[in-house]
């Protein structure tokens, strides 16, 4: 379930205010920043122990930059999921953010579970954030429980986090203020590190900002120099959620910028990208701020969403990546282009120059209308293969589809009835990668019949635009759960806007994925999508349509 995310989204009048939250920001930071020329590092005297801030950055113990990248995962409701954490780890990720709770709210994780979590996301080659959850909206959801009690919790699970300084990061707890009075913010931030820190804990602590986790209203972009300076060891990261709070690149790069030129630690510790009631979050320009800058991001989240939007994978299943999923893994600074290991588990050694060899021809099985199941046979490497790339070969172009730990994996969301041409890339853990496998052609199937029917229509028009409205009939006697709506257009036509539903536009292909209020079509019932395209002279409608790889009939 998507637990307490619906209202990390900013209300429309707060939207209003989201102006004179940046002036006010940018007048408080005029302070800040002078005062921060000091770099945001551990202070004389105190060793790290395991990774640490350094000049605002933060480190592995040995003093290599480790840069976050990886997703959250629900793991306190859905604790029998821990398959997933080595299901994102072979997508890419070298970061996991763990849900816990410390009982307050939901059904407490004993030390016990937490201790196994832990060795989960060793044994996977993942560093591991722990975050409590229980803290989220507290001061606006009644239910919300204190950053006190959150810490009252890490204390007890002490004897199991002690030593795992160089793997864990410990979030103090998740959005920990809601929207009513987030000044109140602070000091209760202050009291929780120091707490901590008293009881001995040395590893690198996380916190979370005010306003469901967006910090709207500027209070932690103005009080961060002073929580960060009342931690003694100075190991602490500041930690913003990026939704429809941050849609424009101004907004995001803006307050990025600010915390990286006070030398103050921080990443992207949620995100969302898919449009929604609230907005439509800018998760273009949250991904490329962060590669540029260098900071960390960790996208919510993998499945088991209330809201089924935001989930990365459908089921819980990384062979059904949604398009959000394909977006955070796949796309453009996204996961598997980023993503580097942390050396703590073996990689990076400056010595291993030796790339591994190639891998043997890939061969394809298993070809459905949107999947295709590819194998080849293992590299080798003088010290060891870490994993594989799968990339598309079209023309003097690739791009990465998929990567694997083992020398199989299957490719998801392709087009019925299309040619592909796949090859695959060896990796060690110093990042030396191989020669290019010869390549493998996979044509799909054809899209079976579905139990849908689709209407299209032009609504208006007028020189250089029109709008659109599409009408998908559920023709089953089930419900359809979620679904992926797929056509194309014939004359350059490319949308701009569009409500009910999320596009995915590559030239004139369109995948749309639903809106939380559009993702279930009753068994005889329809969900309409409105869009707005630009357009040229001709304007001839699509005359295909497929709903999650199943051909429609066409109303």
Known sequence: MRRARSTTRKSPLARLLTVLAALVGLVVLGAVVPAA??????????????????NGRLLEGNGNDFVMRGVNHAHTWYPNQLQSLADVKALGANTVRVVLSDGHRWTKNSAQDVANVVAQCKANRLICVLEVHDTTGYGEEAAAGTLDHAADYWIGLKSVLAGEENYVVINIGNEPWGNTSPDGWTDPTVAAVKKLRAAGFEHTIMVDAPNWGQDWQGVMRANARTVYDADPTGNLIFSIHMYS??????????????????????????????ADQWGDPDEDTMMATAQQLKLGYLAWSWSGNTDPILDL??????????SWGQR???????????SKEATVFGGGNPGDTQAPTAPGTPAASA??????????????DNVGVTGYDVVRVSGGSETKVAASTTNGVTVTGLSAATSYTFAVYARDAAGNRSARSATVNVTTTSAPAGNCSVGYRVAGEWQGGFQGEITIKNTGTAAINGWTLGFAFANGQTISNMWGGTPTQSGATVSVAPASYTSTISAGGSVTVGFIAAKGATNTAPTAFTLSGSTCATA
């Open 37 to 54: 020329a000091q770099a945001a590092q551990s202070p004389p005297g105190v060793q790290a122990t395991g990774l640490h801030i350094s």
């Open 245 to 274: 709070v941050f849609d424009t690149a101004a907004e995001i790069t803006d307050y990025l910028n600010a915390f990286v030129t006070a030398k103050l630690p921080i990443l992207i510790g949620e995100f969302g990208g898919p």
């Open 313 to 322: 994978s459908i089921g819980f299943d990384p062979k059904q990546l949604s």
């Open 328 to 338: 955070i893994f796949n796309g453009v600074n996204g996961i598997a282009q980023t």
């Open 367 to 380: 070809v459905t209308a949107t999947s295709a199941t590819l194998g080849w046979s293992a590299a080798t």
